[in-house]
């Protein structure tokens, strides 16, 4: 089991075009943006680096929840940072929460935009009349509402994205509404950066690889 960290000559941020990280846990590569970053705090905690922005040494892992709870209990990191360090037992779950937390910033930012609509009725005109990129449903929206919807988004035939992943509660917080159950995304530079967090967080959920067509949009 390899616990390659990045290449001494690549900048520690691992934003460089074109650069490949290496997985502590499996060996596979891929880009970094592709992949998950891990900085050391300066008490020996390993911390998650979701946007790949803290000082220091990093260690990588695939973008999957599995791998990181495997590089968690096994020793991957004492290995990749070549020194003791403390770990958190829930450490899986944890970057699961921040890279859900990092999408709805993204989508307050959708918001600030002004290219998202909330409410049924708004986001169902959206739908219809082809203005929508994503649709977005809360996880305990009524499914014969979801489904509606669905159905409408299907057929404009515009590939609109759908995505149950996040509760009202949290949609109501980033898009500074309330009782917040069905919204829809115009298309724009701040939709597409918040789907591509979304992409994130369900390829770390589902094992899948960033760029790929996932099964569907939620959370298993």
Same mark, same amino acid.
């Given at each position: 089991m390899l616990a390659s960290v990045e290449k001494p000559h690549e900048p520690e941020d691992g934003t460089e075009r074109g650069s490949q990280r290496t997985c502590v846990v499996t060996g596979q590569t891929g880009a970094p943006e592709a992949m998950l970053r891990f900085a050391l705090s300066p008490a020996g905690v390993v911390t998650p680096d979701i946007r790949r922005k803290l000082p220091g040494r990093g260690v990588w892992?695939?973008?999957?929840?599995?791998?990181v709870a495997r590089?968690?209990?096994?020793?991957?990191?004492?290995?990749g940072f070549r020194r003791p360090v403390e770990v958190s037992?829930?450490? $899986?779950? /944890?970057v699961d +929460?921040? #890279?859900?937390?990092? !999408?709805?910033?993204?989508?307050a930012l959708v918001n600030k935009a002004g290219l998202a609509v909330a409410g049924t009725a708004k986001v169902e005109a959206a739908l219809r009349a082809g203005r929508a990129a994503a649709l977005i449903h809360a996880?305990?929206? $009524?499914? /014969?509402?979801? +489904?509606? #919807?669905?159905?409408? !988004?299907?057929?404009?035939g515009r590939g609109v994205k759908i995505i149950n992943l996040f509760e009202s509660a949290r949609l109501d917080l980033a898009l500074g509404?309330?009782?917040?159950?069905?919204?829809?995304?115009?298309?724009?530079?701040a939709s597409a950066a918040f789907l591509a967090k979304v992409a994130r967080l369900i390829a770390y959920?589902?094992?899948?690889?960033?760029?790929?067509?996932?099964?569907?949009?939620?959370?298993?």
């Open positions: 892992t695939q973008l999957d929840a599995e791998t590089a968690a209990a096994k020793g991957g990191f004492a290995r037992k829930d450490l $899986a779950r /944890d +929460e921040l #890279l859900a937390a990092d !999408a709805l910033q993204f989508l996880r305990e929206g $009524a499914s /014969d509402g979801i +489904e509606k #919807l669905d159905r409408i !988004a299907h057929a404009s509404r309330t009782n917040v159950i069905h919204a829809a995304l115009h298309a724009g530079p959920r589902s094992g899948a690889v960033v760029g790929s067509k996932p099964a569907a949009a939620n959370s298993p």
